[in-house]
């Protein structure tokens, strides 16, 4: 009878043994299933990089509908994300045509911060050192502040400054074939000419550098800058 009892609480103890190693694999595999649930989740749908080299401009269809216009020396990097929608402009100047997605922000990242947005029209430009937003149609978020149709900000040195109004036509004026510029240094105003550029024009000294420039090119002409510095 002994030996009996014992067989069987044996038994009974294998068979819990049994039942915790099975209960152990099943919340094991649980967890790998909630984890591995979210890293798919958290990866994008998809990845793609737009860039525009001297001289020419790149239009672009992001997967939901955002359209992208990219003036010379820009480059995007765009993730498309099931939540939400990061882009980062890594250089250059950009117009931005956002598809509205309600469940979906859509984001632009800059080295000044990200500019956060559902649906709207608007410009960022990343040149000369500063970070520059300007809203065409709907709201943004940027540097703090809401900008809202015709508001336009810029950033430097990790301020920002006053929000100003203008006109959506003068936002992105080398869509329309201009490059202006108003009490620029030269230094600054070269790296935007020189986007539009196939020969890069190099400044003699850091004086004339400072220079300020107040003119308008036509981006097709790339001389007209040459034509007028010696006045």
């Known amino acids: 009878a002994a030996r009996g009892n ?7 103890a294998g068979q819990r043994v ?3 190693a099975k209960a152990s694999a099943i919340l ?3 967890v790998a299933l909630f984890f591995g649930a979210r890293w798919h989740l958290a990866q994008p749908l998809s990845e793609d990089v737009f ?6 401009v790149v239009r672009a269809a992001l997967p939901d509908g ?11 990097a765009a993730a498309m994300y099931r939540d939400r929608r990061v882009l ?7 117009r931005f045509e956002v598809a509205p997605d309600a469940a ?3 984001r632009v990242e800059t080295r000044a911060g990200p500019v956060r947005v559902i649906g709207t029209v608007f410009t960022v430009r990343d040149r000369a050192g500063e970070v520059l937003v300007a809203v065409e149609r709907g709201r943004v978020a940027f540097a703090g502040v809401e900008l809202r149709a015709g508001d336009q900000v810029r950033v430097a040195d990790g301020r920002a400054g006053t929000v100003r109004k203008v006109p959506p036509a003068r936002m992105a004026p080398w869509r329309s074939g201009w490059l202006v510029f108003e009490n620029v240094p030269l230094a600054a105003a070269l790296e935007e000419l020189n986007a539009w550029r196939t020969e890069p024009l190099v400044l003699g000294d850091a004086d004339a550098g400072r220079a300020r420039l107040t003119a308008s ?3 097709d002409d790339p001389h007209a800058v040459l034509r007028m510095l010696p006045r």
Do not use: D, K, Y
């Open 217 to 219: 090119f036509r981006t």
């Open 6 to 12: 014992e067989r069987s609480a044996a038994r009974g």
């Open 28 to 30: 094991g595999l649980a």
């Open 66 to 76: 955002t359209r992208m216009e990219l003036a010379p020396g820009t480059r995007v």
């Open 104 to 106: 979906r922000e859509l």
């Open 51 to 56: 860039a525009a080299e001297r001289a020419t």
């Open 18 to 20: 049994a039942r915790a």
């Open 88 to 94: 980062r402009l890594e250089a250059g100047e950009a």
